[in-house]
């Protein structure tokens, strides 16, 4: 009878630990961005972009997050998800030469997640990158 008693002691610790695992994960999020015009304004200068993101998670989930450049990162934001569960993010970029280009919405808490790049290439009369 001893080893059962330490056998129903080592699975009631095992299942406890695994419940406070799961309580402890962070909650699953999901991120989408799209651009307004991937092929850039051919003959158009300055050429302005805008970027509509979606970030998908629990309501009242507290998220940090921000845009990435190939020219380098933006300033990072933090916000809650809505309770219709999806917070809508926008960004614009104005670009005054030609050449390819991207970006992408990178929520940094509570999960980390990385949306899609979205390329796009801006065709200024006689710019170049």
Known sequence: MRSWSKFLVIAIAFAVL????????????TVTIHGSNPVGGAGTCPYTE??????????????????????????????????????????TWTRHVSGEVWEQLHVLTPT????????FHPRCPGGSV
């Open 18 to 29: 695994c419940a406070a695992a799961r309580a402890a994960s962070p909650p699953p999020i």
């Open 50 to 91: 805008l970027f509509n993101g979606s970030i998908h998670g629990p309501v009242g989930a507290a998220i940090t997050y921000r845009f990435e450049r190939s020219t380098g990162n933006e300033e990072t934001h933090k916000a809650t998800i809505p309770a219709s569960g999806v917070k809508s993010v926008v960004d």
């Open 112 to 119: 980390d997640v990385t949306s899609e790049k979205v390329t």
